[in-house]
């Protein structure tokens, strides 16, 4: 019997217990019931209302020091009064249903609550006071800022097809970006989104997601972002885009572009774009390629260098540049 299909028998099995010795409570003291221990076994259980009722990009719990909340301008502190044994609970279950562990064995763990909500957290003795958990919710559509760069934008990448990176810092917007021109390209065109996380929101009538996948507690089942891009050139698509680019797997995207999918591109983390070839020379130093052959690759398969910042006024691009050859 599959997971999900023991879970629900169990909860069904609860709810109707609890029906049968306890005929007093009305059936919607038993529907909420129902609901919170689907939250519990399946859902953001502890974090069930705070995911429904704000609208935030970051949230720490920062053990026995108290938890903050990014709304999205600064950080602030944040009232939630859950024992840490919930919660060290909550995500050991969510950890064993992704086959992994979480526990003095196994201090850090890596999970997807959710599409777009990736949570991290630490037990001692990797952090002092407690367990430490990070959550991050994808940007909403929304707080992209529309102008005259915007529109350059679309132009060169869905007229122009020029192969594009898009850079900045964290929280700059460049997921959110990369899911609007996603929503805005041709219908008929085949698009292939490669991600280790399930983050970008875009919605379109003819788009395929591979997603990789960490080995399980026994170092089995890993599924890197390299395989995925091999996988993905068999499969015909007219653009490529990688969610983020975080390691050598970047010359093997690079490769990619060079054998055709104008039009296609990936995120990375940079101040600048003046800094992206030394990041890109430090990550491809990772998967022992010299920095002269990773920057050939660079320079051949990108055409395009888009930069964000985040500001109070919204995220915004400060920076487009198209790279000569």
Not at 74 to 96: G, H, P, V
Not at 125 to 133: F, M, W
Not at 269 to 288: E, K, Q, V, W, Y
């Amino acid at each position: 019997m599959m997971r999900e299909e023991l879970l629900n028998e169990i909860r069904e099995d609860v709810v109707a217990q609890l029906m049968q010795r306890a005929p007093w409570i009305s059936q919607d003291e038993v529907a909420s019931e129902a609901l919170s221990l689907t939250n519990w076994s399946t859902g953001f259980g502890p974090f069930t209302e705070l995911i429904a009722s704000e609208r935030f990009s970051d949230f720490f719990v920062n053990g026995q020091s108290g938890a903050w909340i990014n709304r999205g301008t600064k950080l602030e502190r944040y009232s939630f009064d859950i024992d840490e044994r919930t919660l060290i609970n909550y995500i050991r279950t969510q950890a064993l249903r992704a086959g992994k562990h979480f526990d003095q064995a196994h201090p850090a763990v890596d999970l997807e609550l959710g599409s777009g909500i990736r949570l991290h957290a630490l037990l001692p003795p990797l952090v002092e006071g407690g367990v430490h958990i990070s959550i991050r919710m994808n940007q909403q559509r929304s707080e992209l800022h529309h102008d005259v760069q915007l529109e350059r934008v679309l132009d060169l990448i869905g007229n122009q097809r020029k192969n594009f990176l898009i850079s900045g810092g964290t929280g700059s917007g460049k997921t959110t970006l990369l899911s609007y021109i996603i929503e805005q390209l041709a219908p008929e065109e085949r698009l292939l989104v490669i991600e280790d996380t399930h983050e970008i929101q875009a919605r379109h009538s003819h788009l395929l997601r591979l997603q990789a996948r960490e080995p399980n507690s026994e170092g089995l089942g890993e599924i890197e972002i390299r395989e995925l891009i091999r996988q993905a050139l068999r499969m015909k698509p007219d653009r490529i885009f990688l969610g983020e680019v975080r390691s050598g797997d970047v010359l093997n995207l690079f490769l990619a572009l060079n054998t055709g999918h104008a039009g296609s591109g990936a995120t990375i983390h940079a101040n600048s774009s003046r800094d992206i070839p030394n990041r890109i020379a430090a990550l491809a130093m990772t998967a022992g390629v010299p920095r002269e052959a990773a920057l050939a690759l660079y320079t051949s398969a990108i055409d395009l260098i888009i930069h964000l910042v985040g500001a109070r006024i919204g995220n915004r691009i400060a920076e487009i540049t198209e790279i000569t050859k």
